[in-house]
């Protein structure tokens, strides 16, 4: 193998480094450039494990190298498991005379599958044995055609591969923090405005100011061990006739009955 096709996947997964990709589409991507950067290999897949949970195919290039993968889980052994499992690079040379692994060099062999190199693929460096491991699977249709110089190669792309998977996985735990706090300030801004109405009204219906009337709805709030917005809310429908709008309560979220602190 040239140091050219080598040197092309790295300044790919280099590039992916500085792109806002998904985690799926970046693995994807890793499976594609993988089945590139050996010439004798005709599929590529990524087997992992998040957090110690069961093995499963993230990508693969080819539905039957996929289907090779999950009678693997089946049998609950294979060079591509053992990458995962042990952090060293596994390779079979010939399904027909490796003696490790024997049922599924079987399927392997009657899959037209007759050399595989597993190679450690760590997405998740930081969390170490908790976080998500997995393999890079190269597959051929030929015997004995994995050298070393390839093994070093599919090393070295692995490596940088896990460092592309793991921005990736950064970004999307980046994007799901953002639209959770964005849905919180939301939430917030609609309780504001309905504890705002509710006070409005008690002003004018109690002749309160407006310090006594949010103070008569937090003494309500406590002494019914009931949220603040929601003692609003019911407010401002017994003085309207209608549920506050976007509900004090999010539709998608059930009211919260804690503690009587009088909080929003």
Same mark, same amino acid.
């Given at each position: 193998? /040239? %140091?050219?096709?080598?040197?092309?996947?790295?300044?790919?997964? @280099?590039?992916?480094?500085?792109?806002?990709?998904?985690?799926?589409?970046?693995?994807?991507?890793?499976?594609?450039?993988?089945?590139?950067?050996?010439?004798?290999?005709?599929?590529?897949?990524?087997?992992?494990?998040?957090?110690?949970?069961?093995?499963?195919?993230?990508?693969?290039? %080819?539905?039957? *190298?996929?289907?090779?993968?999950?009678?693997?889980?089946?049998?609950?052994?294979?060079? +591509?498991?053992?990458?995962?499992?042990?952090?060293?690079?596994?390779? $079979?040379?010939?399904?027909?005379?490796?003696?490790?692994?024997?049922?599924? +060099?079987?399927?392997?062999?009657?899959? !037209?599958?007759?050399? $595989?190199? =597993? *190679?450690?693929?760590?997405?998740?460096?930081?969390? /170490?044995?908790?976080?998500?491991? /997995?393999?890079?699977?190269?597959?051929?249709?030929?015997?004995? *055609?994995?050298?070393? #110089?390839?093994?070093? =190669?599919?090393?070295?792309?692995?490596?940088?591969?896990?460092?592309?998977?793991?921005?990736?996985?950064?970004?999307?735990?980046?994007?799901?923090?953002?639209?959770?706090?964005?849905?919180?300030?939301?939430?917030?801004?609609?309780?504001?405005?309905?504890?705002?109405?509710? $006070?409005?009204?008690?002003?004018?219906?109690?002749?309160?100011?407006?310090?006594?009337?949010?103070?008569?709805?937090? @003494?309500?709030?406590?002494?019914?061990? $009931?949220?603040?917005?929601?003692?609003?809310?019911?407010?401002?429908? @017994?003085?309207?006739?209608? #549920?506050?709008?976007?509900?004090?309560?999010?539709?998608?979220?059930?009211?919260?009955?804690?503690?009587?602190? !009088? @909080?929003?």
């Amino acid at each position: 193998m /040239g %140091q050219d096709e080598l040197s092309r996947s790295l300044a790919v997964l @280099s590039h992916m480094l500085l792109k806002e990709e998904t985690l799926d589409s970046t693995l994807d991507r890793i499976a594609q450039l993988a089945a590139e950067l050996l010439p004798q290999a005709v599929a590529a897949s990524i087997t992992i494990s998040d957090a110690g949970g069961p093995p499963r195919t993230a990508s693969s290039t %080819q539905e039957a *190298v996929a289907d090779l993968d999950a009678e693997q889980y089946r049998l609950d052994e294979g060079p +591509c498991l053992a990458a995962m499992r042990e952090g060293q690079v596994f390779q $079979v040379d010939s399904m027909r005379s490796e003696t490790r692994w024997q049922d599924f +060099c079987k399927a392997a062999a009657a899959a !037209g599958i007759e050399s $595989v190199l =597993a *190679v450690p693929f760590d997405a998740d460096p930081a969390a /170490g044995r908790g976080g998500t491991r /997995g393999a890079i699977n190269f597959f051929a249709r030929a015997s004995f *055609v994995f050298t070393d #110089p390839e093994r070093s =190669a599919a090393k070295v792309f692995s490596a940088q591969a896990a460092v592309a998977a793991a921005n990736a996985a950064a970004f999307a735990d980046l994007q799901a923090e953002r639209a959770l706090l964005t849905r919180r300030l939301e939430d917030a801004l609609h309780s504001r405005a309905v504890i705002d109405q509710a $006070v409005g009204i008690l002003i004018e219906r109690e002749r309160l100011g407006p310090e006594e009337a949010f103070q008569m709805l937090r @003494s309500a709030s406590q002494k019914l061990n $009931v949220k603040l917005r929601v003692i609003a809310a019911e407010i401002l429908e @017994s003085a309207t006739g209608r #549920p506050a709008p976007e509900a004090a309560i999010p539709p998608d979220r059930p009211s919260e009955q804690t503690s009587g602190e !009088g @909080s929003a």
